[in-house]
């Protein structure tokens, strides 16, 4: 008898000893009142009992499920003391929060094919699940080809309470195209390894178990898609490939309407928060918000979905965002239906801030936050662990980095040619980090890279397919993270990987978001029609020319590389610049900042330094890659960028 069948034993064992106790009075008669709190007892007991059966189902389809990380590389510790049966179980959308879910993560099976086969009848074995198969936490670690297809197999099973309610299947993030099946029928299918999706999986479930079936295809850098620094063959700046399920998969439970996103549009001269619940139909259905700041309530505003709703803040209440002040504001908003019953209750939050393009005393094009100017002092982020490789250990893992570079004084961090999973931004908005956000780089080409005067090199010829594809992914990726008040810098094209159409990818990227700072090719062939132009240069900062139409920048520095024994990827390793001590790495640090303050005072206005970690044989990281040896004295860090930062001001 497993853990789950002892436990719906006693329950039932519980239960009947309590109806032989309270139904009867002292008299041996029945007591009314009695049967009622019986009954109580009764719905109680089933409530439990089905959790404990749809438990009991996952342990029977992976009973013989022993997980260990693949390989002998270097692992941080929190892969190593990774919790199978509690893999990333905070709830994945924090911009949308529900209290009524099922995590999928843990356990499915997995089969790999050919380009042209069925899936097969008997799976090669069990993954992880969010860690992509390529990982060590897949349990798996194996690479596969544009020629395969990856099958991904769990049985799930509904609640009898979410019966009378329509249920979503949600995907955080899938690479690169899948198809979803229930029960052998197909409900739909997506592109794009960057952004969430979901399905009404409603009509294709029946009671009991129910098959659920992800086919995903990743043809990686032979093919046209974003895929950012992956490779099937890793070498220097290029990182090992990843493929299918590499975020959170889970289901809830929802009525005939609602919410379905929120649209945030702040006003920080005005002091208006401005919010438009968007629901899965066009009625305007009753809405009731409630915003709170530091656990007060300081608004009660009813409206309507579908319309802006505007909450004017009093001089009391406008708390501004910044680096320094992360001020948060709670949202709790409940959607009624037409009779006036409650059908959708959800946890939200928004921050207020204003991010422009504005001339300083000195002439000067600026960032300015909330109408102060800002230096831009980052780190350029890859996002790769080396056990989760694109998918963090843990949600504790992730917000380490997060952290770490805040205590070392940074105010940014360039997401460099990924996405991160909806929380990564969220901790940002919490901790007060600005993002600067890459799209990811696909279809690379041939096209030559001048960046150092405007107007010169080539723009990439693209397939009309590739070029569809390119706008369908970036308009999903700026839709799904626009939320997001972090961001402040979109960037469409990095170094010229890929980059064409550039005058119209600025525009349609100003179409999607004009509240936003356009940097349209970071240390690529620089085009007009955005707010930044911004050079490359390794491994001193310099700026050896300046575009007096935009905010000058430099999108990448320093590459500064050290090797630490026992933390490696592999011996053979690589790095812009290879140093032999801390002290060497942390005095040549010192030195660019002493260059980037004289660069501020001529028009410079924001520095990136590549990178946060060691990334597999790349060793420019401030940290090894295992996140256990810093590589840098950090008060000494700290204190050099705050250095900056405050002679900015």
Sequence with gaps: ???????????????????????????????????????????????????????????????????????????????????????????????????????????????????????????????????????????????????????????????????????????????????????DIKVGEHSGGYTSFNFDITNYLRSGKNKLIVKVIDPTNKGYQPCGKQVMNPYEIYYTSISG?????????????????????????????????????????????????????????????????????????????????????????????????????????????????????????????????????????????????????????????????????????????KIEPYRYYYYCDKIGMLIWQDMPSGDQGLNIRKQYKLDRGTDRSRSEESIDTYYKEWGEIIENLKFFQCIIIWIPFNEAWGQFDTEKVANFTIEKDSTRLLNVASGGNHRKGGNIFDLHHYPEPSQSFYYEDEINVIGEYGGLGLEIYNHTWKKDNWGYVKLNSKEEVTQKYEEFIEQLISLSKNGTSGAIYTQTTDVEVEINGLITYDREEMKIYEDRIKAANYKIIESFK
């Design 1 to 183: 008898m497993n853990e789950s069948m002892k436990k719906t034993y006693f329950i039932k064992k519980k239960i009947l000893n309590k109806f032989l106790t309270l139904i009867f009075n002292e008299n041996g008669s029945l007591d009314f009142l009695q049967i009622l709190l019986f009954c109580f007892y009764i719905l109680l007991g089933i409530q439990i009992m089905q959790l404990n059966h749809f438990n009991a189902n996952k342990e029977n389809q992976f009973k013989n499920f022993h997980w260990a990380p693949k390989g002998d590389k270097i692992k941080t510790k929190w892969g190593i003391n990774l919790d199978v049966n509690n893999v990333w179980n905070e709830y994945p959308r924090p911009q949308l929060e529900r209290k009524d879910w099922i995590n999928l993560n843990g356990p499915w099976l997995y089969s790999v094919t050919g380009k042209w086969s069925n899936k097969p009848k008997k799976a090669d074995g069990i993954i992880l699940i969010p860690f992509p198969l390529e990982s060590s936490l897949s349990g798996v670690m194996r690479n596969i080809s544009d020629e395969d297809i990856i099958w991904y197999e769990k049985d799930i099973e509904i609640p009898r309470n979410w019966s009378d309610k329509k249920i979503i299947l949600n995907f955080g993030g899938v690479d690169w195209k899948c198809i979803i099946y229930i029960n």
């Design 245 to 417: 399920i590499w975020q959170t998969v889970w289901l809830e439970p929802v009525h005939n309407d609602y919410i379905k996103n929120l649209e945030i549009n702040n006003d920080f001269d005005r002091k208006e928060i401005k919010i438009n619940f968007k629901i899965n139909s066009n009625n305007h259905l009753p809405i009731s918000l409630t915003l709170e700041y530091n656990d007060k309530n300081i608004k009660n505003i009813k409206g309507l979905t579908n319309n802006n709703i505007s909450i004017k803040l009093d001089d009391i209440n406008f708390h501004p965002w910044s680096p320094s002040e992360p001020n948060i504001y709670k949202i709790k908003a409940k959607l009624f239906n037409e009779r006036g019953q409650l059908i959708d209750s959800i946890e939200s939050y928004t921050t207020i801030r204003k991010i422009e393009q504005r001339k300083d005393e000195n002439g000067y094009y600026r960032i300015y936050l909330n109408n102060n100017k800002i230096f831009n002092m980052g780190v350029l982020d890859q996002g790769y662990w080396p056990d989760g490789l694109y998918t963090p250990p843990s949600e504790e893992a992730m917000i380490y980095d997060i952290n770490k570079l805040k205590e070392l004084g940074f105010n940014t961090i360039r997401k460099h040619v």
